[in-house]
């Protein structure tokens, strides 16, 4: 019968492997807290962003009817100057 497992690690190379996947639980840690971060960021830009889009809006709107309350000749009177 032929045994095709792999051979145990000795402990010298248990130990790296050991260390080598706490690294990474401390890496898939901190990539987590720095994405859960970038989320709240990108959440408050978004707000923020919708936010100045409304003002905007809104300006243009109080813009707009500045401009139709204008006289006609007041507009033409000034092209012409």
């Keep these: 019968m032929v045994n095709n497992a792999t051979p145990m690690p000795n ?7 050991a260390e080598r996947v706490q690294r990474l639980l401390l890496r898939y840690a901190e990539v987590r807290r720095t994405n859960a971060l970038l989320s709240k ?4 830009l978004t707000l923020e962003r919708d936010s100045l ?3 905007l809006s809104a300006a ?3 813009v707009d009817a500045l401009l139709e309350r204008l006289p006609e000749n007041m507009a033409t009177q000034k092209d012409v100057q």
Excluded at 11 to 17: A, H
Excluded at 41 to 44: A, M, R, T, Y
């Design 11 to 17: 402990p010298s190379q248990m130990n790296q492997i």
């Design 41 to 44: 960021q990108v959440e408050l």
């Design 53 to 55: 889009k409304s003002r």
């Design 60 to 62: 243009r709107s109080r």
